[in-house]
């Protein structure tokens, strides 16, 4: 019997770890992916509980500790800049962190050997059939496929496609957020330094790589417009709105005419009713975009493994599989973004009480008992949902 076909559209984290599973189970997958090769750097991520499982099953455990950020202690400086106190690394960094462009490439690695990798192009069109789903392209010819499976993040061409504009699933929650590279003037080795001033806040961090700072920029969005805009403006959007702030971001800033890695986007969330539609249907961020601090892409990759898991169990009935994938992820999606909603908040207090306030909460996370409720708190939504194995048939 020929396997049955699935287009994944997006090959950061969420498509090729869908890839990843669907393969196990027999399916034989394309991935599409707008960019013309893999992203590198981003932001760090974490695992933690069974998230970590579902690494170990996959293989890739080993590889993503030989590429983790080992990251320290954070200091956090005072609206003086002096530092107002320290913050272990373990609070963040959870059980393993790793570099989301280094994850990618290794899930790529992992994938690449079974799995068709179609880069520099996109979903423009899906016509369900009796029988499949008709896709048009904006580069390549048109294809058929039995499955779609957007994984494309939270401005997803196939949610766009299959369900309406984006404008109706978006939830901005009135900040946003930027990162960058940049030269490590500070002499930063695995720590971590946070500067907040009212509605933005720097963290800048340096680990694997010595010479590099890794800049993350959340700012209050009152007024900024968030089209998708070329590098040159993306750059000098972040000028302005950091423009006047202290401590070390006029050095900072410096950096962004060389920075090949800028992105800038809102801090938002994606809600709908359903996240399938007959044959296609939606994971990770473009199905339930938590923001940060919502564990996205640790439920990402575990709701890859449940999407192909249900449909090898429902024999490639999708209408089923698709139903129980839901019913499984409803409710940890649910607890990751009530974590990550107030994020924008706690990242870049608003005024300088707020961040006076903040400070003093934060301070008690080094202490045993306020530690275990943090702990308690940031391991919720990574442990939401249980690892469960499916019995596998690996395709040939």
């Known amino acids: ?93 959870g059980e393993v962190e790793i570099l989301r462009g280094d994850l990618a490439r290794i899930l790529y690695d992992h994938t690449k050997d079974y799995t068709e990798y179609v880069f520099g192009d996109r979903v423009t069109s899906l016509t369900e059939t009796a029988d499949g789903v008709e896709v048009t392209f904006r580069r390549g010819a048109p294809r058929k496929f039995d499955l779609v499976v957007g994984a494309d993040g939270v401005h997803s061409g196939v949610r766009a496609a299959a369900f309406g504009p984006e404008e109706d699933f978006r939830h901005d929650l009135g900040f946003g957020i930027a990162g960058f590279t940049a030269p490590n003037h500070l002499g930063l ?34 007024g900024v417009e968030f089209r998708r805009r070329g590098a040159d403006e993306q750059r000098a959007l972040v000028a302005q709105l950091f423009a006047d702030t202290g401590w070390e971001t006029p050095r900072l800033l410096q ?50 493994q449940v999407l192909a898991g249900e449909l090898a169990a429902a024999g490639g009935d999708h209408v089923t599989a698709f139903a129980k994938y839901e019913q499984r992820l409803l409710k940890p999606a649910t607890v990751g973004q009530k974590n990550g909603k107030g994020s924008g908040n706690f990242l870049a207090p608003r005024t300088a009480a707020k961040i006076r306030s903040r400070n003093r909460a934060y301070k008690m996370i080094s202490t045993r008992l306020f530690g275990r409720v943090f702990s308690w708190m940031t391991d919720r939504a990574a442990n939401a949902l249980e690892y469960r194995e499916y019995p596998a048939l690996t395709a040939a």
């Not at 946070?194 to 720097?202: A, I, Q, S």
């Not at 005419?257 to 986007?265: E, K, Q, S, T």
Request: charged share 20%; proline share 5%; hydrophobic share 40%.
């Open 189 to 222: 080795d695995h720590t971590s330094v946070m500067y907040n001033e009212p509605g933005r806040g720097l963290t800048v961090g340096s680990h694997r790589l010595p010479d590099k700072l890794h800049v993350a920029l959340v700012f209050a969005a009152d």
């Open 1 to 93: 019997m020929t396997a049955k076909t699935v287009l994944v559209s997006g090959a950061s984290i969420a498509g090729p770890s869908a890839a990843y599973w669907l393969h196990r189970h027999g399916y034989r997958v394309t991935v599409v992916e707008t960019a013309p090769e893999l992203r590198p750097g981003g932001q760090a991520v974490d695992f933690r509980g069974e998230q970590v499982k579902l690494l170990r099953a996959m293989g890739v455990l080993d590889d993503i500790r030989r590429h983790e950020t080992a990251m320290g202690d954070q200091t956090v400086l005072g609206l003086d800049t002096r530092p107002a106190l320290t913050v272990p690394g373990a609070a963040w960094s």
């Open 255 to 304: 950096a962004l005419p060389a920075a090949d890695d800028l992105y800038v986007d809102s801090i938002s969330q994606i809600h709908l009713d359903r996240w399938s539609t007959g044959r296609v249907v939606l994971l990770g961020d473009a199905a339930w975009c938590a923001g940060p601090g919502g564990s996205g892409t640790g439920l990402a990759m575990m709701g890859a």
